[in-house]
């Protein structure tokens, strides 16, 4: 098709695409013709670029030898990619191109090809006293010296071009290269970094550092290391570390006592982040001086020190007899890192007679503790009095209970909870509801609404909203005749909101569930009211809920009204036939939103269709 000199550009570049992925030795021919074409020149040789068949870089150096420009320069750099040695002397005619992207695409062949004399034509034009090398050509050496070391190859055809050039344009990379070459040839390359202005140098070593490539001088100073830029110290003491690790606490520990506080940070973190055990001590004299600049370093590099070495350390701080502000930095330290080993310690130091020590310790429980201990916790409850220990305690009671599994008991919970409040201070019983609220049922659910009659007025309201919020069915007899009880203000319909919501999801006969809803009917005073009714009703799905809602459809509440039928004519079998039709017609004849009349002519067909 592509040799019909009247087929349509579009037809062309679909056939293009298509050989791209299947093309065999049959397309080259077919596809000569278009390498020389400014417009389909891309499209041709990318087809070929990939198949490995001789006669396909062929036929793109035979279209190199007789076209210019942008053409060229992509069958230059296809050429290149496909690392044809062929290509070489080609490439090496247009290194000098007047073109500039020609001859920095010739560059890069030769760069990407990197044998003898794909090297020998760069090296010959890089030196060349007569024009001063291009930044492509020197870019296109520092490339090939790269695909060199990739290749295992000697650098010395190369290093003295290099070394003639200066200051390479890409210093990331040139410099990782230079620093490659001098590590090969035996030089000191932390004394190179040291002596290399350019602020790219360390972080190429660095680089090399971690990927192995480069090995970390036989010994470290703190002097060494201050000259030398913060990744390079990094990427430095990590290698130490990893291959010597046994000449390393010794320096890292003159580190973390130096005066200057960058090399003092440096020791912090790595012996956080390696987990030299050795230096523990010192952490935590860092970390219990307050005034010190570096506690907060040396309090993160022991919150995330690996293993347990820091654990065991710590909680050796959890005496009792010990200093107040050692034990609570030792609990809040355990607590981040979430031991629960120490949950033991923590419990018993929930009654300290230091307040910093009990927040410490229920604080550290947050997330080890466990149901057994929250029962210890609760047996204290009546010692709480600032406000700080009941934050913390509530905050440590609703995380485990958040956590507690489905098969723990919930009875010695619910008694222990229920204990605490006949004795704790009246701030205290507020958090000791939302934790009931948190476990749900119906013991919970009848120690809450006991508190409903409590002589201080928030624990009063606390019960009643939680009440009104309640996780399951067994506040609805409450909700119920709070709902209908006169005077009871915003409480009352909050109440009959939750009492219409677990009606309809109760598991009463359909008849009985909607006798109850249309008895909250009298009690509606606003639109939110109508609204939550109406969701109500069309989980009922009965005729007397189908005929409420139906009668419903004339007023403010159309949308309302239209989505409950349209629910309850999910459950067809359930309604009589004759009135689901006519309700899903009037639905779809009110004034609603056209996507629910889309639907509820669309339900109404369906209807038809199954009882006919």
Request: some cysteine; glycine content about 6%; proline content about 8%.
């Amino acid at each position: 098709m592509l040799t019909q000199s009247n087929v349509p550009a579009a037809a062309v570049a679909v056939a293009m695409h298509e050989l791209a992925a299947v093309a065999t030795e049959a397309a080259v021919p077919i596809l000569r013709p278009y390498l020389v074409s400014s417009q389909w020149c891309d499209a041709a040789r990318g087809a070929l670029e990939t198949l490995q068949h001789p006669a396909a870089a062929a036929a793109m150096r035979q279209a190199a030898e007789s076209t210019t420009g942008r053409p060229l320069a992509g069958l230059l750099d296809s050429l290149g990619r496909r690392r044809d040695e062929a290509t070489v002397s080609l490439a090496a005619r247009h290194l000098a191109d007047a073109d500039p992207d020609v001859a920095a695409a010739a560059a890069r062949a030769l760069a990407r090809i990197a044998n003898n004399a794909a090297i020998r034509e760069l090296v010959g034009a890089a030196v060349d006293p007569q024009r001063p090398p291009s930044t492509p050509l020197i870019e296109a050496l520092w490339s090939a010296a790269d695909e060199l070391l990739r290749r295992g190859g000697p650098l010395q055809s190369i290093l003295p071009a290099l070394d003639a050039l200066g200051t390479p344009p890409r210093p990331a990379n040139a410099i990782a290269l230079r620093v490659r070459a001098a590590t090969n040839s035996g030089a000191d390359a932390v004394a190179l970094v040291r002596t290399e202005s350019n602020p790219a140098v360390g972080l190429a070593a660095a680089h090399l550092l971690r990927r192995g490539e480069l090995a970390a001088p036989p010994s470290l100073s703190a002097d060494l290391l201050a000259d030398l830029p913060t990744p390079l110290r990094d990427a430095l003491l990590a290698a130490v570390i990893r291959h010597r690790p046994e000449s390393v606490d010794t320096l890292l520990l003159e580190l973390a006592s130096d005066s200057r506080s960058d090399l003092r940070n440096l020791a912090l973190s790595a012996i956080g982040r390696w987990g030299r055990a050795a230096a523990l001590p010192r952490l935590w004299e860092l970390a219990r001086t307050a005034d010190s600049p570096d506690s907060d370093t040396a309090r993160r590099s022991l919150e995330g020190f690996p293993g347990e070495a820091a654990d065991h350390f710590l909680v050796q701080w959890l005496n009792p007899a010990g200093a107040p502000a050692d034990i609570a930095l030792a609990l809040e330290l355990l607590g981040r890192r979430a031991w629960a080993p120490a949950a033991d310690a923590m419990v018993r130091l929930t009654g300290h007679g230091d307040p910093a020590v009990r927040v410490a310790a229920v604080s550290a429980l947050r997330d080890v503790g466990t149901i057994a201990d929250m029962l210890a916790l609760l047996s204290r409850w009546s010692a709480l009095q600032a406000p700080a220990e009941i934050s913390a305690a509530e905050r440590t009671l609703l995380a485990v209970i958040a956590r507690r599994h489905g098969t723990d008991p919930a009875a010695p919970l619910i008694a222990a909870i229920s204990n605490a409040l006949q004795t704790a201070a009246v701030p205290a019983r507020p958090p000791l509801l939302r934790a009931l609220h948190r476990v749900g049922g119906p013991a919970a659910a009848a120690v809450v609404i006991g508190a409903t009659s409590a002589t201080d007025p928030e624990v009063r309201d606390t019960a009643a909203r939680l009440l009104t919020e309640w996780p399951d069915i067994h506040a609805l007899d409450w909700l119920t005749a709070v709902a209908h009880q006169k005077g009871a203000g915003p409480l009352q319909q909050l109440a009959l909101r939750a009492a219409l919501g677990w009606t309809a999801a109760g598991d009463r006969p359909l008849g009985e569930k909607a006798e109850r809803l249309l008895a909250f009917e009298p009690l509606l005073a606003t639109d939110d009211d109508r609204r939550a009714f109406l969701a109500a009703l069309g989980q009922v799905p009965c005729a007397a809920s189908l005929h409420k809602a139906r009668a419903m459809l004339s007023g403010q509440l159309a949308d309302e009204a239209a989505a409950a039928i349209l629910s309850l004519a999910a459950h067809p079998s359930a309604l009589p036939p004759q009135e689901l039709r006519k309700a899903l017609e009037e639905a779809a004849a009110a004034p609603v939103a056209p996507e629910l009349r889309r639907s509820l002519r669309q339900r109404l067909v369906e209807i038809s269709r199954s009882q006919p």
